[in-house]
């Protein structure tokens, strides 16, 4: 495997995961990567998130005590048939998983797997999906990087850019990192802090 997998386009991802620990380290690899993640810790928390909104990927662990990650994966079947299922596992035997769920889910990832394997099966699932390819995902990633690149030129921290704009840092970092949309006029305020124009933003994002 390539050491210097692009990451994927922006994805909307839920995970399913009863270790904290590794929820708390995917909350941050996935913050870094640019990728909107929201996480339960068991499977009714799983299923009232995809009820409130469909994601690109799920994330689903197989080992979780009581809980039957092969229960999970056939209700996810049973009502999202197209939905792209990742499944992060411990066992053994990975041959094994793929022999019994490879009509049913995209990939596998062994814990403890590296930020490189994940980048890797994450892009790789874009692609074969057609993920984070969505008008509204390319503009908040474009706006996010303009955002960025224009703060990093004047050599201003978040912070700096929320006393000019009035936006609140974690709205600030949420909409640099492409994900969240900004509201007119959040838009307004951060180019006009930045002496930018929102159109030319606009513009280099392909809007």
Do not use: N
């Not at 994601?55 to 999970?72: I, T």
């Not at 995209?106 to 692609?127: H, V």
């Not at 690149?149 to 912070?159: H, I, V």
Request: glycine share 8%; proline share 4%.
């Amino acid at each position: 495997m390539s050491e210097h997998t692009e990451p994927a386009e922006h994805l909307r991802i839920v995970s399913l995961d009863d270790d904290a620990d590794f929820r708390e380290y995917l909350a941050g690899v996935m913050a870094e990567e640019g990728h909107e993640l929201r996480q339960a810790a068991t499977p009714a928390e799983l299923f009232a998130l995809l009820d409130a909104e469909l994601p690109d990927v799920v994330l689903l662990d197989m080992k979780m005590g009581r809980h039957s990650g092969e229960a999970v994966l056939a209700d996810l079947r049973a009502k999202w048939d197209k939905l792209c299922v990742i499944v992060v596992t411990g066992y053994p035997s990975l041959e094994t998983m793929r022999t019994t769920f490879k009509q049913d889910v995209y990939d596998y990832l062994a814990k403890p797997f590296s930020l490189e394997e994940l980048r890797a099966t994450l892009a790789q699932a874009a692609e074969a999906y057609g993920l984070g390819k969505r008008p509204q995902d390319r503009l908040r990633a474009g706006l996010g990087r303009r955002m960025k690149l224009a703060r990093t030129e004047r050599g201003w921290t978040l912070r700096q850019l929320s006393e000019a704009s009035g936006i609140s840092v974690s709205q600030l970092s949420s909409i640099e990192r492409g994900a969240h949309l900004p509201s007119l006029e959040s838009l307004l305020g951060i180019a006009q802090a930045l002496d930018a124009t929102p159109s030319g933003w606009l513009s280099e994002a392909g809007f």
